[in-house]
């Protein structure tokens, strides 16, 4: 199952940390081997909010052999194979979450070459490996992220309570409704452009969730501890700071998971 994290715009609707947050919930919390990658060429946060920095930047991004880079390699000369996925990957989480690190690359023009060339193959593969391929796809509508767009199962629209953010996807990109599902990212149960009248005013029935601005969230990514804030919160108590964030995560993932067809009583831990 491919899923798709996207925002008509860019930078406004967290949809990043909103991924990372739902990838986490996700391998935690249910039998379901996970993968998460990205399309972006300007720095991502994806790596940074799982990985501590220097590392990333040290370590991982000096590895030719691991990474979109070097599996787009390995595909002009070789055939792909479902297997082939996990030699590029890096284990967050074992047997769990893996990660797909982004590109290293300085040219763009060859970088949305190369994997506008085997993008196909990449997502086909992984997800014959994976149960689930978490994408942090590009805003807007260039031709990679319309390719990895057309090819996955399901899109999370990230928007956030911006009349002119919702106005905007709502009036140029009706034609992705039926495949969509709505994550509304920094949310704010004190503003008027509350759930329930986002509902209500764009006709939306269900599929819609919520994830609250968390500023302990938001500082774990920053830092590279994103893992181990929600290993530390998964049974968090109802007056903790952090018990909303991790519920609407948690019903976030849940309406994810049903869009997509997975059976979630099947799939849970610890059922």
């Known amino acids: 199952m491919r899923i798709a994290f996207w925002s008509n715009v860019h930078g406004q609707t967290a949809t990043t940390s909103n991924m990372v947050a739902v990838a986490l919930m996700t391998a935690l919390e249910y039998r379901l081997k996970v993968l998460i990658t990205h399309n972006h060429f300007e720095k991502s946060t994806v790596e940074t909010s799982l990985v501590d920095r220097k ?22 000369s070789n055939k792909l194979d479902k297997e082939n996925i996990s030699n590029y990957t890096t284990t967050l989480l074992k047997n769990k979450l893996d990660l797909l690190m982004g590109t290293s690359k300085t040219n763009k023009e060859l970088y949305v070459n190369d994997l506008n060339n ?47 953010v919702l106005d905007d996807f709502f009036d140029n990109h009706k034609d992705m409704v039926d495949k969509s599902v709505f994550l509304i990212g920094k949310y704010n149960a004190d503003s008027r452009i509350n759930k329930k009248n986002i509902m209500r005013r764009y006709g939306i029935k269900k599929n819609i969730a919520v994830i609250p601005y968390n500023i302990e969230f938001s500082d774990a990514c920053s830092e590279g501890r994103a893992i181990d804030l929600f290993m530390r919160n998964l049974a968090v108590k109802k007056d903790d700071l952090n018990y909303m964030f991790i519920e609407e995560v948690r019903n976030a993932v849940k309406l994810i998971l049903s869009h997509a067809g997975i059976d979630i009583t099947l799939k849970k831990l610890g059922d």
Not at 64 to 71: C, E, T, V, W
Not at 122 to 143: C, P, Q, T
């Open 118 to 164: 085997v993008i196909d193959l990449i997502l086909e593969s992984a997800k014959e490996f994976y149960d689930i391929v978490f994408i942090d796809v590009s805003s807007g509508n260039n031709e990679l992220s319309s390719k990895i767009l057309q090819h996955s199962e399901i899109i999370v629209v990230n928007l956030n309570q911006n009349i002119n």
């Open 55 to 76: 590392y990333v930047k040290y370590e991982l991004m000096d590895l030719a052999n691991s990474g979109i880079d070097a599996l787009a390699r390995f595909i002009k």
